[in-house]
């Protein structure tokens, strides 16, 4: 990318998470690495948050910066893969994939992929299903997720997006969402009752539905398999006061039981008030 009239300092490389470096000549005229101010990297069209550059770059602009050293696009790419136009990636976002149009990786969200039109991926290593046209004032799109979590106590204990600790699939406000969560837990230590590779897997299935910022659910749970000594585990879902929906597991006492979720959400985000 060429200097701008005025500017000494300009474009060279999109780095990991959409940051830009920028380069100036230094005394001796050689383009060294630099970081730009506000001013310098809003001038060249990118955005500016917390003291850093970012590109937030939109599929129907790639052209514009075809011409940045190490910029790259494509399969294999470090930063993204995209096919099709009006998409957009935005800020500290690394190894996304989109194929579709008038998508959005939202802040923050790696490794996902999306194929449609008008989704969007709000979560990491999610994959998202999205049917809409462009004109739709509601959303339609389906997400795949993994859960997990370890438990060693009788106690109820939440799953949580890639057995982060943190993360859960929030509800947004006056939408209706479907789930089916596989749910399998499997003994792996501990010194009670059971022996590592003793396993139970269900099926928990429902709906909820947002009003407005109230939540109501629907549930139920099938039994799939069982094998060895897994009394009184179980698993349910349920809806927090903030609109997350909660895969919960109960497995024994003084046993080290694993637990993986697959969870698949079908959503419809409707555009108006369900009040």
């Given at each position: 990318?060429?200097?701008?009239?005025g500017?000494?300092?300009?474009?060279?490389?999109?780095?990991?998470?959409?940051?830009?470096?920028?380069?100036?000549?230094?005394?001796?005229?050689?383009l060294?690495?630099?970081?730009?101010?506000?001013?310098?990297?809003?001038?060249?069209?990118?955005?500016?948050?917390?003291s850093?550059?970012?590109?937030?770059?939109?599929?129907?602009?790639?052209?514009d910066?075809?011409?940045?050293n190490?910029?790259?696009?494509?399969?294999?790419?470090?930063?993204?893969?995209?096919?099709?136009?009006?998409?957009e990636?935005?800020?500290?976002?690394?190894?996304?994939?989109?194929?579709?149009?008038?998508?959005?990786?939202?802040?923050?969200?790696?490794?996902?992929?999306i194929?449609g039109?008008?989704?969007?991926?709000?979560?990491?290593?999610?994959q998202v299903?999205?049917?809409?046209?462009?004109?739709?004032?509601?959303?339609?799109?389906?997400?795949?997720?993994?859960?997990?979590?370890?438990t060693?106590?009788?106690?109820?204990?939440?799953?949580?997006?890639?057995?982060d600790?943190a993360?859960?699939?929030?509800?947004?406000?006056?939408?209706?969402?479907?789930?089916?969560?596989?749910?399998t837990?499997?003994?792996v230590?501990?010194?009670?009752?059971g022996?590592?590779?003793?396993?139970?897997?269900?099926?928990?299935?429902?709906?909820?539905v947002?009003?407005?910022?109230?939540?109501?659910?629907?549930?139920?749970?099938q039994?799939i398999?069982?094998?060895g000594?897994?009394?009184?585990?179980?698993?349910?879902a349920?809806?927090?006061?903030?609109?997350?929906?909660?895969?919960?597991?109960?497995?024994?006492?003084?046993?080290?039981?694993?637990?993986i979720?697959?969870?698949?959400v079908?959503?419809?985000?409707?555009g108006?008030?369900?009040?």
């Amino acid at each position: 990318m060429d200097f701008k009239i005025g500017q000494s300092v300009k474009p060279k490389k999109i780095v990991v998470g959409g940051v830009v470096i920028f380069e100036e000549y230094d005394a001796a005229k050689i383009l060294i690495e630099v970081i730009p101010t506000q001013s310098q990297c809003e001038i060249y069209g990118f955005d500016y948050r917390d003291s850093t550059c970012f590109s937030n770059i939109k599929s129907t602009e790639i052209n514009d910066y075809n011409d940045i050293n190490d910029f790259i696009i494509g399969t294999n790419s470090g930063y993204f893969n995209i096919i099709g136009v009006n998409n957009e990636i935005k800020h500290k976002c690394f190894a996304n994939s989109i194929i579709g149009n008038n998508n959005v990786v939202s802040d923050y969200t790696n490794n996902t992929t999306i194929s449609g039109t008008k989704g969007e991926a709000n979560y990491n290593n999610s994959q998202v299903l999205a049917g809409n046209q462009i004109a739709d004032l509601e959303t339609r799109q389906s997400t795949m997720l993994l859960a997990g979590v370890d438990t060693a106590s009788a106690a109820w204990t939440i799953s949580y997006l890639n057995n982060d600790g943190a993360t859960l699939f929030n509800i947004k406000d006056n939408s209706i969402i479907s789930f089916t969560a596989f749910v399998t837990g499997v003994i792996v230590g501990g010194t009670g009752a059971g022996n590592n590779g003793d396993f139970k897997s269900w099926i928990e299935r429902g709906t909820v539905v947002n009003r407005a910022g109230t939540s109501a659910i629907s549930r139920t749970r099938q039994n799939i398999a069982t094998n060895g000594t897994t009394s009184g585990w179980n698993t349910q879902a349920d809806v927090s006061a903030i609109n997350d929906l909660r895969i919960k597991v109960k497995g024994a006492a003084n046993k080290d039981i694993k637990w993986i979720i697959k969870l698949e959400v079908i959503e419809m985000r409707t555009g108006v008030d369900l009040s």
